[in-house]
T-cell receptor, first 116, second 110 residues
Framework: NAGVMQNPRHLVRRRGQEARLRCSPMKGHSHVYWYRQLPEEGLKFMVYLQKENIIDESGMPKERFSAEFPKEGPSILRIQQVVRGDSAAYFC??????????????FGPGTRLTVL | DAKTTQPPSMDCAEGRAANLPCNHSTISGNEYVYWYRQIHSQGPQYIIHGLKNNETNEMASLIITEDRKSSTLILPHATLRDTAVYYCIGHSGNTGKLIFGQGTTLQVKP
């Protein structure tokens, strides 16, 4: 039973380019969460999605960042016109039910974004 | 979700039990106590969670005080591979987000 998969594992972009990060949840999971970990800092929630819906995007920067979780295919976190401050590890998690305290989130290995 | 407080760092001898404390005095009745760990820069790994009763699985045991204001994660026989940052999180599911604090850096020493 495969866990949460993220690709690419490492991504290098130049300032001004776009970054697309992909997350495939665990089999049967329909809830996806994105977190960001800046260098030497803790993990911060960004966005929570269910299939075709954004449930909570309170942690997303207002500009340049967007996320989607289509009916088919992986969830995508998109960063437009990247800047050096976007360099971080981006982790995706998935869960089975959502909205319940006993619904465990399982994390992927992360994508390490480096902006030159 | 409740704010949690953990010591910033702890050491443990290899083969001994590691007891990691967490205070969550403002935890509400429907919030579970979750423990995750992050080894080096890998993705957080789920360890265990509980509401009121003590819990045990293949990785660890979780002891929650009767008033639910604190808990202890126990790794019964720590190995060098258990060196990691351990996070205690109160989570109700009302919001999807997990709120990670600074955690406890556990160093297991030979």
């Amino acid at each position: 039973n495969a866990g949460v998969m993220q690709n690419p594992r490492h991504l290098v972009r130049r300032r001004g380019q776009e970054a697309r990060l992909r997350c495939s949840p665990m089999k049967g999971h329909s809830h996806v969460y994105w977190y960001r970990q800046l260098p030497e800092e803790g993990l911060k929630f960004m966005v929570y999605l269910q299939k075709e819906n954004i449930i909570d995007e309170s942690g997303m920067p207002k500009e340049r960042f967007s996320a989607e979780f289509p009916k088919e295919g992986p969830s995508i976190l998109r960063i437009q016109q990247v800047v050096r401050g976007d360099s971080a590890a981006y982790f995706c998690a998935s869960s089975l039910r959502g909205g319940q305290g006993t619904d465990t989130q399982y994390f992927g290995p992360g994508t390490r974004l480096t902006v030159l | 979700d409740a704010k949690t407080t953990q010591p910033p760092s702890m050491d443990c001898a290899e083969g001994r039990a590691a007891n990691l404390p967490c205070n969550h005095s403002t935890i509400s009745g429907n919030e579970y106590v979750y423990w995750y760990r992050q080894i080096h820069s890998q993705g957080p790994q789920y360890i265990i969670h509980g509401l009121k009763n003590n819990e045990t699985n293949e990785m660890a045991s979780l002891i929650i005080t009767e008033d639910r204001k604190s808990s202890t994660l126990i790794l019964p026989h720590a190995t060098l591979r258990d060196t990691a940052v351990y996070y205690c999180i109160g989570h109700s599911g009302n919001t999807g987000k997990l709120i990670f604090g600074q955690g406890t850096t556990l160093q297991v020493k030979p």
